[in-house]
């Protein structure tokens, strides 16, 4: 991957009559939806926000009577604007908008209105005073409130999950559809940002949280869409490639970070690094601490892909995904290494230790689909839980002895007179 190039340095001036906010609502075919939702925001903005504002619908390839009805709300509504794309894709919807925007601050939120809309001045207020440079509202986050089903639930802490430890993102929510930016601060991210879909989120935040810039998280009452029309095993595929080519542009130095940082101007603080255990039993608690954790994750992965994939290819992604998650936390928290130095050869040595629980674990699932034709869930999971309890063993003694073994230190000269 070839380096990215930053666009010119400058803060784009903003006219006098421009608004402090203009909210983007990202729409693909929802003809029906929209006028109550443009409504609703247009009639909450106007009586509790006490800044201009702009509401901008983002059409992208709507093939029903979307644009039409975007149009007629323009014309009814001061304040409410229409931009039309040819071509679908969120991300793409909200690169085309933000960056043609001259309001301070840009945001955009679901069609749905899934999150209240009293968060909405809590979002933009940090990047109006200017403490903060983007905004998220988080759904994972202590005080929010949160009403949607229990796959929705697992899928998004999981992915949250795996983001921190393939990216060591520490922003709680990606996916939430309740974020803010400041303009001068978009349009210097978003020539990066390759992703036009549903990635184009994490990639934003992620390349804005390596540039060292400050997100303000809002804890949100949110309320899930029960006619949501995102496929959500695509959608997870598309998420998963986009990590791989994020860490790959990140650890290749195709993404131009340290250019970014200096240029938007804010230096990351040196976080201040725990004491790390190096004596057996202390790794051994936090290797157990990180062990259960990612059991606990795998099962729940498990049984959110059981019906789609089947025991075997559930029990794959779902060692996969805490694998990776797993080799991280267990490299800077149980082994005390950190910095990027070693980190690839480090994971691609946690990925056989990974090959070995595979067996164990699918070893055990075939003994058990042998010995009964229809073993039941409670016995299925507990002889999982059995396999990857020996795996656990196994890994930790292939960590400590190969995989993360100081090399032996050089003796003084003298020392051992």
């Not at 002889?383 to 003694?397: G, Q």
Request: positive net charge; proline residues 5%.
């Amino acid at each position: 991957m070839t380096a990215l190039a930053l666009p010119a340095i400058g803060v784009r001036p903003v006219p006098p009559a421009a608004p402090t906010l203009d909210v983007v609502i990202p729409v693909h075919n929802e003809e029906l939806n929209l006028p109550s939702c443009v409504r609703r925001l247009h009639e909450h903005l106007t009586a509790e926000f006490p800044y201009a504002f702009r509401i901008t619908v983002a059409d992208n390839a709507s093939s029903d009577g979307t644009l039409t009805v975007a149009q007629a709300l323009a014309a009814e509504l001061p304040s409410v604007t229409v931009l039309h794309l040819d071509q679908k894709g969120r991300g793409r919807a909200l690169r085309a908008a933000w960056s043609s925007s001259d309001a301070a601050i840009v945001a955009y939120m679901d069609v749905d209105l899934s999150t209240d809309l009293t968060a909405l001045l809590p979002l933009v207020a940090p990047l109006i005073s200017g403490h903060s440079d983007l905004a998220i509202g988080s759904r994972l986050t202590r005080g929010s409130r949160v009403i949607r089903g229990t796959k929705r639930e697992v899928i998004s802490r999981c992915y949250n999950l795996l983001l921190r430890g393939t990216l060591a993102a520490r922003f709680s929510d990606a996916q939430c559809g309740f974020k803010a930016v400041r303009t001068e601060v978009a349009v210097r991210l978003l020539p990066l940002v390759e992703d036009a879909g549903w990635f184009f989120d994490t990639e934003l935040l992620v390349i804005a949280e390596k540039a060292g810039l400050r997100i303000h998280e809002v804890p949100v009452d949110w309320i899930d869409d029960p006619d949501s029309r995102v496929d959500i095993l695509a959608t997870a595929a598309a998420d998963l490639r986009g990590v791989v080519r994020v860490g790959r542009a990140l650890g290749t130095g195709a993404l131009p970070i340290s250019e970014l940082r200096r240029q938007l101007g804010r230096a990351p603080l040196e976080p201040v690094v725990p004491n790390v255990p190096v004596g057996l039993v202390g790794q051994i608690v936090r290797f157990g601490a990180i062990g259960v954790t990612s059991t606990l994750a795998y099962l729940v992965l498990f049984l959110a892909f059981r019906g789609g994939l089947g025991a075997q290819g559930a029990n794959l992604l779902a060692l996969l995904l805490t694998a990776v998650a797993n080799t991280t936390a267990n490299r800077r928290l149980t082994f005390g290494r950190r910095g990027r130095d070693g980190a690839a050869r480090a994971q691609a040595q946690g990925l056989f230790v990974f090959a070995v629980g595979v067996a164990l674990t699918s070893g055990a699932l075939a003994a058990l689909t042998a010995s009964s034709s229809h073993p039941g869930r409670v016995v299925e999971l507990t002889v999982l839980v059995v396999a990857n309890l020996a795996a656990t063993v196994l890994r930790f003694v292939l960590f400590r002895s190969w995989v993360f073994r100081r090399a032996p230190q050089p003796l003084v000269e003298g020392a051992a007179d």
